[in-house]
């Protein structure tokens, strides 16, 4: 069972956790974390590109010349993609679909996975309860500067349930995210060096991705 110490916003250690083996120490699977971060990031992918085919571009109405007689070659349309200003054979085009599918219980298996390593490598922070009487970014920097981490690093600040005083402190923050418990993904929990908690949030996590 792996365990964990509690620190109070003071940076103090007050307990030590017990956490649930079930959530965070399964067995880690590279291949299927790297899966599912490619789905991820394939269904966040937005299609912008778009090249308009000779069916769209404007013009062309009529044969630019007759079909025979002038030496040149013949051309039913101005429209035709070898025409300057003509229609894109082949082009990108924005009804492309990027998205990908994957079941469910593999998606939360790779969350759990990415926990289990945050917990193991020991960039998985917890706090007895994390609040914030006003909304102050320098209070919240300070916090996070008292607790075992390096201050530098990027930061996941995972919250049981909506605090706006937690979000508008954290924005100005530029290495730091706030997210709820119940929203956590792969992609997040990779990308940022510490996952900062409180137990409220832990509670939050087991009930949402308890296999």
């Known amino acids: 069972m792996a365990k964990v110490k509690v620190y109070n916003l003071e940076g103090k250690e007050v307990e030590e956790l017990n956490l649930d083996p079930k959530v965070f120490a399964v067995k880690i699977n590279p291949a299927l974390v790297h899966q599912v971060v ?4 394939a269904n966040a992918r937005q299609n912008f590109a778009h090249t308009k085919d000779r069916s769209e571009v404007s013009g062309g109405g009529r044969k ?9 070659a013949r051309h039913g349309s101005i429209r035709s993609p070898i025409w300057a200003g003509g229609g894109v054979t082949f082009g990108p085009r924005k009804e492309r679909e990027f998205a990908k599918k994957i079941n469910k219980k593999m998606k939360r298996k790779a969350l759990l996975m990415t926990l289990t390593d945050k917990v193991t490598d020991k960039n998985f922070i917890v706090v007895d309860k994390l609040q914030l009487a006003e909304a102050k970014t320098k ?4 916090i996070i500067g008292k607790l075992p981490l390096e201050v530098k690093k990027s930061l996941l600040l995972v919250m049981a349930v909506k605090d706006d005083v937690i979000i508008k402190s954290a924005k100005n923050l530029p290495k730091v995210k706030t997210i709820l418990a119940d929203s956590l993904n792969v992609v997040d929990v990779l990308k940022y060096n510490y996952l900062l908690i409180d137990k409220d949030g832990i509670k939050k996590v087991i009930e949402t991705y308890k296999l």
């Open 139 to 142: 209070k919240l920097a300070e």
């Open 64 to 72: 630019p010349w007759r079909q025979k007689g002038t030496g040149r």
């Open 38 to 41: 490619e789905i991820q990031q």
